[in-house]
């Protein structure tokens, strides 16, 4: 029975890592392409709209269906059928009421959500184009429930549904919106634009659900159990729930609602420059990453034009241009799910053991491996930023102000990678509530820069990529300290990132150069021009690579972990 019951835990959670790594690729195509079809405005829409439903999302689906699952697992294992039954049963009306009050907000208030939270009145299509998603959040509850089993087929497929209709259906109808011959102004189809592609986000929650209720109810039509166990008043199960979910809810929305914060914040800094800039603001001198020569540039072209509102449109366009790049910056995180995925389960599993020493080589392993794909990724973001950002959105996007924003959220896409791995190594060593402490610090700093620097006419959008590398900087610095002081054989840092943080800068200054160089030759058209990057790129993947075996930055142990990984040693000559 141990046996079984150990390859259903691992069985279940190889289901969850494997559809979660297949929705972050979805996701990435997903919004990758929309950087190219849609415009700055619009894209500030869709991104703005985002943000706040990420808050709402997470808010009602992030604590809940883990108190659920816990909460029915315990059942099953104690026979208390009727109890379980309950649990779910409040559990499913909680969601409901989560679920309208979040429907009700961005639906009926989508207006004022937009004007006064986002900074974007311009937005309110994109809100309301999400708000029947968030109704849908009950499907969390038969997520909860189905895991409790140790099930975790319904929520992979549930999830893979959802990512695939905003895949498809969203990027269609943003095309349909943008070349159909609708009788109304340029500034509306872009607006609505930007709604087609989250209605699809919509959709899928909607089908997503549908899968869910009838695979429930196929299952409990197989379940054949005689129950005689007394269930628990639903206030007593709904306050047990509640004191499971609410920790892990405020934990995870922090940093979504941190984002929103400075969504709205940036906005109002934008705007604020801009009316300046209207009120005859001028004399701003020049400097490294200067933008206020291009802003007022926009500006003029925005007053130009009689559909535009300069300031609002303005502030649209610098902000849209920083939503585009994010795309991009969100990428080499996509890459630590499987990494994190791995950490908890394989710390854990040695701390059973008692083994300190084994543990301690797993989590220095694990942090060496987070930095050899961390380091070089976002090292190669800053070297190459501009000409990156210009092939991922096929040139729709101003590359003179977008490499500068993608340079800078190169170094922190590198440090937010390093923090997803420490922050999983503390919870795999029971240490659970003080990233949440770390995170909050690091996202008042980021809301502190961000509004120092986004108001300043120098900096403006450059000021919320810094306000995000500052945040993750901080968070890296404190995880890094508490694992030093708090976890046993903690690794020894000086080994795992100087060498990746060696080959990384030799790898960015050979494909910066090798650009440079092809840029010359391969330069007119936008194809030789990507021709040039990814030559570029292929040179760093190739200087990198001959680095970490220069370096011998890898040990046996490391590749041990790995799938022939004792063959790839025996190749390499690694001892």
């Given at each position: 029975m141990p046996s079984q019951k150990k390859n259903t835990f691992y069985g279940a959670a190889a289901v969850l890592a494997m559809t979660t790594i297949l929705v972050k690729v979805i996701g990435a195509l997903y919004k990758i392409p929309l950087t190219a079809l849609l415009t700055a405005e619009a894209y500030?829409?869709?991104?703005?709209?985002?943000?706040?439903?990420?808050?709402?999302?997470?808010f009602s689906t992030a604590g809940l269906p883990v108190a659920l699952s816990k909460t029915v697992s315990e059942c099953n294992a104690l026979g208390r059928h009727n109890q379980k039954e309950r649990v779910f049963r409040v559990a499913l009306a909680a969601f409901l009421v989560l679920g309208s009050i979040s429907f009700v907000c961005m639906s009926l208030f989508s207006p004022i959500v937009a004007e006064y939270v986002l900074q974007n009145e311009k937005a309110n299509?994109?809100?309301?184009?999400?708000?029947?998603?968030?109704?849908?959040?009950c499907c969390s509850a038969f997520r909860g429930y189905a895991q409790g089993h140790m099930n975790m087929v319904p929520t992979g497929v549930s999830q893979v549904i959802e990512a695939l209709c905003k895949l498809v259906l969203g990027l269609a109808l943003a095309v349909f919106i943008l070349h159909a011959a609708l009788p109304i102004d340029q500034d509306t189809r872009e607006r609505l634009s930007a709604a087609g592609a989250l209605a699809g986000v919509s959709i899928g929650a909607i089908l997503s659900l549908c899968y869910l209720i009838v695979n429930h109810i196929r299952t409990k039509r197989r379940e054949h159990v005689t129950a005689t166990d007394r269930a628990d008043?639903?206030?007593?199960?709904?306050?047990?729930?509640?004191?499971?979910?609410?920790?892990?809810?405020?934990?995870?929305?922090?940093?979504?609602?941190?984002?929103?914060?400075?969504?709205?914040l940036v906005n109002a800094q934008l705007q604020s420059v801009f009316g300046a800039i209207q009120g005859g603001l001028s004399d701003v001198s020049n400097s490294f990453m200067d933008i206020f020569p291009k802003a007022v540039e926009i500006f003029q072209s925005n007053l130009a034009d009689p559909q535009a509102d300069p300031i609002l449109d303005s502030a649209r366009s610098l902000y849209g241009t920083y939503g585009k790049t994010m795309s991009v910056y969100n990428l080499p995180f996509n890459l630590m799910v499987p990494l994190t995925a791995c950490i908890v389960p394989g710390v854990s599993a040695c701390i059973a053991r008692r083994d300190r020493v084994g543990a301690g080589r797993t989590t220095e392993s694990?942090?060496?491996?987070?930095?050899?794909?961390?380091?070089?990724?976002?090292?190669?973001?800053?070297?190459?930023?501009?000409p990156i950002v210009k092939v991922v959105t096929l040139g729709n996007v101003d590359a003179s102000i977008a490499g500068p924003l993608l340079s800078i959220l190169g170094i922190a896409s590198a440090l937010v990678c390093i923090q997803t791995v420490a922050t999983a190594i503390l919870q795999a060593n029971g240490i659970v509530n003080l990233p949440i402490l770390?995170?909050?610090?690091?996202g008042v700093s980021k809301v502190i820069v961000s509004y120092t620097l986004v108001g300043n006419p120098r900096f403006m959008i450059y000021g919320a990529p810094a306000g995000t590398l500052t945040c993750f900087a901080v968070v890296v610095a404190l995880n890094l300290l508490l694992i030093k002081r708090m976890v046993p054989h903690a690794p020894r840092y000086h080994l795992v990132f100087l060498k990746p943080l060696l080959a990384s800068v030799v790898m960015?200054?050979?494909?910066?150069?090798?650009?440079?160089?092809?840029?010359?030759?391969?330069?007119?058209?936008?194809?030789?021009?990507?021709?040039?990057?990814?030559?570029?790129?292929?040179?760093g993947i190739a200087v990198y690579a001959a680095m970490v075996i220069l370096l011998r930055i890898i040990s046996r142990s490391d590749l041990e972990m790995m799938p022939k990984g004792d063959k790839i040693a025996k190749i390499l000559h690694i001892r």
């Open positions: 500030a829409d869709f991104n703005a709209a985002y943000n706040i439903y990420t808050v709402f999302l997470t299509f994109a809100v309301l184009a999400l708000s029947p998603a968030v109704l849908c959040t008043s639903s206030r007593d199960i709904l306050g047990q729930l509640l004191r499971i979910a609410i920790p892990i809810s405020l934990s995870s929305c922090t940093l979504s609602i941190v984002n929103l914060i400075d969504t709205g694990a942090m060496r491996m987070a930095a050899l794909i961390a380091l070089p990724c976002g090292a190669g973001l800053f070297a190459l930023g501009g770390t995170m909050i610090i690091g960015a200054a050979a494909a910066w150069a090798a650009h440079g160089l092809l840029s010359r030759f391969l330069a007119g058209s936008f194809l030789l021009e990507t021709a040039a990057t990814a030559g570029a790129i292929l040179v």
